[in-house]
C-alpha cells in the first residue's frame, strides 16, 4: 500500500500564495504521475495539475501561469506552489499518484487539504 500525506493548506487573502506539499510513503516499488486536483463545495473534483517521473507537466487552464507543479523523485514528495490566488481556487485540494506497490499499479489519493482564499 502507498499513503499519501498532504500539507501546506490554510487560509489566504486573495492575491497571497501558498505552497502545498503531499509526500508519498509506504510499499512504493514505483511512481508515473503524481498530481493535484480539487474540490469546491457542490462541484465535482477536477484536475489542477500533473507532472510525470519525467517532469513533463500538465495544469488545468484556470490556474496556467499561477500555479506550479514541482516533484522530488527522491523524495516522493510532489509540490503545488501557488500564487496570485483568487476566491474561486478555494477548495479541498488532493494528491494523487500512480504508483506501483506490489505487483499493482493503482491510483492512490491523499485526505485531502483545505484551501480558503478569502476576498
Known amino acids: 500500500q502507498v499513503q499519501l500525506v498532504e500539507s501546506g493548506g490554510g487560509l489566504v487573502q486573495a492575491g497571497g500564495s501558498l505552497r502545498l506539499s503531499c509526500a508519498a510513503s509506504?510499499?512504493?516499488?514505483?511512481?508515473?504521475?503524481m498530481g493535484w486536483y480539487r474540490q469546491a463545495p457542490g462541484k465535482q473534483r477536477e484536475l489542477v495539475a500533473t507532472?510525470?517521473?519525467?517532469?513533463?507537466?500538465n495544469y488545468a487552464d484556470s490556474v496556467m501561469g499561477r500555479f506550479t507543479i514541482s516533484r522530488d523523485n527522491a523524495k516522493n514528495t510532489v509540490y503545488l506552489q501557488m500564487n496570485s490566488l483568487k476566491p474561486e481556487d478555494t477548495a479541498v485540494y488532493y494528491c494523487n499518484s500512480w504508483a506501483l506497490s506490489g505487483l499493482r499499479w493503482r491510483d492512490y489519493w491523499g485526505q485531502g487539504t483545505q484551501v480558503t482564499v478569502s476576498s
Open positions: 509506504g510499499s512504493i516499488v514505483s511512481i508515473n504521475a
Open positions: 507532472i510525470t517521473s519525467g517532469g513533463s507537466t
